[in-house]
């Protein structure tokens, strides 16, 4: 049960899930359940555990005082029908499938009818033809390198959690295609989904706020 309901506060709701230190977008509510949104606002506190190493540098520089502390996976703290617009980029892949998948129920249950969201997420196959198409130019030409970047990199991007015992929470506990995405989508409910370039879509402001053009899946979806 969610307690408490942020109201919105202007014309259009936009939400922006799992902004981390860097992604807050101005207008829109900026949700993130890192432990710096709080200690955000303790600045006494907080140049301790910088100094005895408990926050790294980037948490501690970085600006949290307009982010909203909040664990989607256990709701969206808002009414049902009443968001217009939802934006989410590099987040669904740092928590469990499961999980992800109660956000992403929670985003059509939040989102009005002809409100749009805009997914954006590490493509596996991205990383899986890289993969392939590295190592087999290395097969061809019988060149068996000393350093393991290219097969180390495919695995931390798919299940760098489970590789790393002592998780900070950086690493990837899940990865997704188009068919993939998709197909958890539709069986929420989103019928209408497309599958766009970077910085391109329907929705020009949402498209706008896109910053990994390479190895990234961006999705517009409309309820």
């Not at 989607?72 to 049902?80: E, H, N, T």
């Not at 493509?123 to 350093?147: M, V």
């Amino acid at each position: 049960m969610i307690k408490q309901l942020i109201m919105p506060n202007s014309k259009q709701l936009k939400i922006n899930i799992g902004c981390g230190p860097t992604g807050q977008i101005k207008g829109f509510d900026n949700l993130d359940n890192s432990p710096s949104v709080l200690l955000s606002k303790m600045p006494f506190i907080k140049p301790i555990l910088y100094k005895i190493g408990l926050i790294a540098e980037h948490h501690y520089k970085a600006d949290w005082s307009c982010v909203i502390q909040c664990d989607v996976s256990k709701g969206l703290p808002y009414k049902d029908k009443s968001v217009d617009k939802i934006y989410s980029s590099h987040f669904l892949e740092h928590i469990p499938q499961d999980k992800a998948i109660r956000v992403l129920k929670e985003c059509y249950r939040v989102l009005k009818t002809g409100g749009i969201m805009r997914l954006v997420v590490p493509d596996l196959f991205f990383y899986a033809k890289q993969y392939i198409e590295q190592t087999q130019t290395l097969l061809e030409h019988s060149i068996l390198p000393d350093d393991r970047s290219i097969h180390d990199t495919f695995l931390k991007s798919m299940y760098g959690a489970y590789l790393n015992k002592k998780r900070s929470g950086a690493e990837h506990c899940y990865m997704y295609d188009l068919p993939t995405l998709v197909s958890i989508l539709n069986e929420i409910g989103f019928q209408n989904i497309w599958k766009c370039e970077f910085k391109e879509g329907v929705d020009k402001e949402l498209a706008s706020y896109d910053s990994r053009p390479n190895d990234s899946l961006h999705l517009e979806v409309r309820k």
